[in-house]
């Protein structure tokens, strides 16, 4: 069966570093995505990982390992309205989108 | 770019009413959306893949005629919830992909429609 995992909730203090991991076993690879949720609202597009190593862009950063399947997202300089669920997705051999739970991150003060 | 929007963004009705819901590509044209729906607190789950001018996917579980798909354009996907209940109170979302530029491009979410049903 094809499954993503994620931690469930995460907990960082306002300007630190946070890291959220996404381990997955799908049929095939094409393609590693991670998204934003805030509570109430639809997600929005935040990396895509397809080769190895690490994608940066401002405070945040994904990496890839796919022999390892392993990816994760990586935030600095965290501010409060980083608070928010952050959904990893995988493409799959079909182009399928298959979506972990989400991590539900919570920033403190 | 790559807008999709929605409408509309909240429904309350009473049960045994069917609500439509349209979902908009406005600056690119999407041969493929798809409809999701998410419960409070649980990752979104894909009900079906909606192609334009063909005949939509559904995945495991989702009734046809209940959710019912049509994608007459490239540009406009719509998802109508017939006879509803209570139960299919949900969140749905609908999301498109711009497919200029590569297969790999990311899926863009509308805003969502809360469903209420009384």
């Known amino acids: 069966g094809q499954n993503i995992d994620q931690p469930t909730e995460m907990t960082a203090t306002e300007g630190a570093i946070v890291q959220i991991n996404c381990t997955y076993q799908?049929?095939?690879?094409?393609?590693l995505f991670w998204y934003q949720q805030h509570a109430g609202e639809a997600p929005t597009f935040l990396s895509y990982?397809?080769l190895d190593g690490l994608e940066e862009k401002g405070r945040f950063s994904s990496f890839l390992s796919r022999s390892k399947g392993y990816s994760y997202l990586l935030l600095k300089e965290l501010q409060m309205k980083d608070s928010a669920s952050y959904l990893c997705a995988v493409k799959d051999s079909n182009y399928q989108l298959i979506w972990g739970a989400g991590t539900k991150l919570i920033i403190k003060p | 770019g790559a807008v999709v929007s929605q409408h509309p963004s909240w429904v309350i009705c009473k049960s045994g009413t069917s609500v439509k819901i349209e979902c908009r590509s406005l600056d690119f044209q999407a041969t493929t959306m798809f409809w999701y729906r998410q419960f409070p607190k649980q990752s979104l789950m894909l009900m079906a893949t909606s192609n334009e001018g063909s005949k939509a996917t559904y995945e495991q579980g989702v009734e046809k005629d209940k959710f019912l798909i049509n994608h007459a354009s490239l540009t406009l996907s719509t998802l109508t919830v017939t006879s509803a209940h209570p139960e299919d109170s949900s969140f749905y979302i609908c999301?498109?992909?711009?497919?200029?530029?590569?297969?790999?491009?990311?899926?863009?979410f509308g805003d969502g429609t809360r469903l209420s049903i009384l």
């Open positions: 799908t049929s095939g690879f094409n393609g």
């Open positions: 999301s498109a992909r711009d497919l200029t530029g590569g297969g790999n491009q990311p899926q863009h």
């Open positions: 990982n397809v």
